[in-house]
């Protein structure tokens, strides 16, 4: 794929991007708060899913382990 097609590509991407979230009808200060705005809550959607979603997920495989038959870590411990 050479540089053109690509730039092509790309520049069809953004357009749908603005054709789909309607701000081809924005003036370009408008623009770019809402592009910043969206930019920041995407951000912290990919943050907070990197941080606290591996926690949550750790203490459900525990949750699920001991509802299915799992042992406690301690009766493990008891039992060695």
């Known amino acids: 794929m050479n540089f053109k097609n690509l730039r ?3 520049a069809w ?4 991007y603005l054709l789909i979230t309607g701000i081809y009808v924005l003036e370009p200060w408008e623009k770019s708060i809402f592009n910043s705005i969206l930019f ?4 912290m959607v990919i943050y907070t899913s990197y941080v606290f979603v591996p926690i949550h997920v750790r203490l459900a495989l525990e949750f699920f382990s001991g509802i299915f ?3 406690p870590e301690s009766t ?3 039992m060695n």
Do not use: D
């Open 40 to 43: 920041s809550v995407i951000t």
């Open 69 to 71: 038959g799992g042992q």
């Open 8 to 10: 092509e590509y790309l």
């Open 13 to 16: 991407l953004y357009y749908q």
């Open 76 to 78: 493990m411990a008891l």
